[in-house]
């Protein structure tokens, strides 16, 4: 029996992955850690993951919030993993509390601040549910949405992401940075990734066995979303201000979220490498024909002792280009040796299922 199931493993790969994955779910372990899927054999229909950190205002409305669209659509079964990413307010002390009166809430703590990518990748690997929904903790991802979400799944989509029609009250460098980098990030990239999309999201259960194996380290969900296809939907929603705290995602960090999903899903930086070279090498040759028929056609005119600001200007152009370009590789490498590393996404302090 076993060397039939090797051979049939064999010869299809990918109903071997999702043979392993099913096995992993029902055994009540994922290669991160336990899966809370209470007793073995219990089904979880809807999973709600909540990536958290210093969002003590928000998490009782949010709660509450869920809560309430879980009982409209009639789910009795269901999970919220809250994930603190380090949080050094009452977050934890506030889950804590709701815990003691819904045995549904699970917390996972992380050892310090791994980012916010991170926490939704531990809240994929932990969940259980025939579905997962991925969402911010300061319901700028309004909890209606998801009965939208839960009927574009019923109805066949595997894949549901929302779709940010209008974003509420947020400073203006940020409205110009999102919409500058989701159109140049989808004109560079070799997948097509949905405009104006965030982490908001529904993922069947193959999609989220997928993700769970996917190795990488600098990760970019959205995009990682895209890559693996299947049925996806789009819902829209009109994005509102967060209910209270402060914006958690500054300047640096929406910098370097854009710089992973353009390096981890394009090579068009390296490739303007070759492209400056030619141009380089084209607007030379058209220079040194210049000077060549300049000193033909008056010889007494010295290309030499004249031009020397402009040849400056130049030096330092084409040096700050090679600067910029290096950088790029360099961004390339660092990945690679980050995957080389092999680190864990995060470290996990205790958890209470």
């Given amino acids: 029996m076993n060397s039939k199931l090797e051979a049939i493993c064999r010869e299809n790969p990918e109903l071997a992955k999702e043979l392993a994955a099913e096995l992993l779910r029902y055994a009540g372990t994922s290669s991160n850690g336990p899966i809370f899927a209470g007793s073995v054999g219990e089904k979880v229909e809807l999973s709600l993951v909540f990536p958290t950190f210093n969002e003590e205002e928000n998490i009782p409305e949010l709660y509450r919030q ?115 980098f989701y159109r140049m990030l989808q004109y560079v990239s070799s997948i097509e990734i949905p405009l104006d999309t965030g982490d908001f999201c529904l993922l069947d259960r193959k999609v989220v066995n997928y993700l769970k194996a996917l190795p990488e380290r600098n990760r970019f969900l959205r995009g990682l979303r895209s890559w693996l296809g299947f049925r996806q939907v789009a819902v829209s929603y009109e994005r509102p201000a967060r209910f209270a705290g402060t914006a958690k995602y500054n300047v640096r960090q929406s910098v370097r979220l854009a710089i992973n999903g353009i390096v981890g899903f394009s090579t068009v930086p390296l490739r303007v490498a070759v492209y400056v070279g030619f141009l380089s090498c084209f607007v030379a040759v058209l220079l040194l024909i210049y000077a060549l028929a300049v000193h033909f056609v008056d010889p007494t005119v010295s290309t030499l002792a004249r031009g020397w600001a402009s040849l400056i200007v130049v030096i330092l152009v084409i040096g700050g280009i090679q600067l910029i370009l290096l950088g790029s590789i360099g961004e390339y490498i660092g990945r690679i040796y980050d995957e080389v590393k092999q680190r864990p996404n995060y470290v996990i302090r205790d958890i209470a299922d």
């Fill in 66 to 180: 869920v809560a309430s669209v879980l009982d409209q659509n009639q789910i009795t079964n269901a999970e919220f993993l809250f994930v603190n990413n380090g949080s050094w307010d009452r977050s934890e002390e506030l889950i804590r509390e709701l815990k003691k009166n819904d045995p549904r809430i699970k917390l996972i703590n992380f050892s310090r601040n791994f980012g916010h990518q991170a926490a939704i990748t531990a809240g994929i690997d932990f969940s259980s549910g025939d579905a997962t929904v991925l969402m911010d903790a300061d319901l700028q991802d309004p909890p209606h949405v998801i009965t939208e979400m839960l009927r574009k799944w019923k109805d066949g989509a595997e894949i549901v992401y929302a779709v940010r029609e209008r974003r509420g009250k947020e400073p203006i460098w940020k409205k110009v940075f999102a919409f500058s």
